[in-house]
C-alpha cells in the first residue's frame, strides 16, 4: 500500500518554462514532507522542504505548496534550466518519534533546450 | 567535507556469495539508514538505525542483515545473494532533532553502491 505516490513517472519542459511535479499522500499524521533531486549515478540531495502547518515554501526558483485537505503536494520550477533534469522524488514524515522517511517512486524531470 | 561513504561503488557477484556493504559518515548524525532503488520503485528503506546500539526493520529487509558498528558506521550484509539482491544500494545518516521532534530529519545520501548478482 503506498503511502506517498508521484502518478508522473516522467515529465518534459522547454527550458524556461515552469516545471509542477506532483505527490499525493493517503496518511493524513504526516506531518513534514521533502522533495529530493537525484541526477544518475549520484545519490539523493535535499532539495526543498515543508511543514505540515505551512501551505507554501519558496527557495529561490523552487516553490512547494501543501493543500492538506486535498492531501497533495506540488514542487513548481520557475524557469526550469536544462540542469535540472533529474530524477525528482517527494518523502514525507509520519509524526512518531524518529520514524524513518517514506519515499514516493519519483518522476523524471526532462528539460529540453 | 565527505558526508556520506560508501564502498565498494561496484560489485558483482554469483549467487549464494555474501558481502558486506560499509557506510561511514562523518556528521556525527544519530540515524543512519540502507535504501535500496530499483527501476519504477524508487527508495526502499531495507534497515535503519534511529540511534547507535539500535536497528529496525524496514520495508523489504528479507535477506539482509545490518550492524551499527559506532555511531559513525552503518554495514549491509547480504549472507547468500540472490539475482532479485541486484538493485543500486544508497546509505544515508540524518540528525534528529530530539527537542522539538519536528522539522528536520533531512537525509543525507552517500553516492551509491552498483550490486549485480548473476
Known amino acids: 500500500d503506498q503511502q506517498v505516490k508521484q502518478n508522473s513517472p516522467s515529465l518534459s519542459v522547454q527550458e524556461g518554462r515552469i516545471s509542477i511535479l506532483n505527490c499525493d499522500y493517503t496518511?493524513?499524521?504526516?506531518?513534514?514532507f521533502l522533495w529530493y533531486k537525484k541526477y544518475p549515478a549520484e545519490g539523493p540531495t535535499f532539495l526543498i522542504s515543508?511543514?505540515?502547518?505551512?501551505d507554501k515554501n519558496e527557495d529561490g526558483r523552487f516553490t512547494v505548496f501543501l493543500n492538506k485537505s486535498a492531501k497533495h503536494l506540488s514542487l513548481h520550477i520557475v524557469p526550469s534550466q536544462p540542469g535540472d533534469s533529474a530524477v525528482y522524488f517527494c518523502?514525507?514524515?509520519?509524526?512518531?518519534?524518529?520514524?524513518?522517511?517514506?519515499f514516493g517512486k519519483g518522476t523524471r524531470l526532462s528539460v529540453i533546450a | 567535507n565527505a558526508g556520506v561513504t560508501q564502498t565498494p561503488k561496484f560489485q558483482v557477484l554469483k549467487t549464494g556469495q555474501s558481502m558486506t556493504l560499509q557506510c561511514a559518515q562523518d556528521?556525527?548524525?544519530?540515524?543512519m539508514y540502507w535504501y535500496r532503488q530499483d527501476p519504477g520503485m524508487g527508495l526502499r528503506l531495507i534497515y535503519y538505525?534511529?540511534?547507535?546500539?539500535?536497528?529496525d526493520k524496514g520495508e523489504v529487509p528479507n535477506g539482509y542483515n545490518v550492524s551499527r558498528l559506532n555511531k559513525r558506521e552503518f554495514s549491509l550484509r547480504l549472507e547468500s545473494a540472490a539475482p532479485s539482491q541486484t538493485s543500486v544500494y544508497f546509505c544515508a545518516s540524518s540528525e534528529f532533532d530530539t527537542m522539538t521532534g519536528a522539522g528536520a530529519n533531512v537525509l543525507t545520501f552517500g553516492a551509491g553502491s552498483r550490486l549485480t548478482v548473476l
Open positions: 538505525s534511529a540511534s547507535e546500539g539500535t536497528t
Open positions: 496518511n493524513s499524521m504526516f506531518d513534514y
Open positions: 556528521m556525527n548524525h544519530n540515524s
Open positions: 515543508i511543514s505540515s502547518i505551512k
Open positions: 518523502a514525507a514524515r509520519l509524526w512518531a518519534g524518529n520514524t524513518p522517511l517514506v
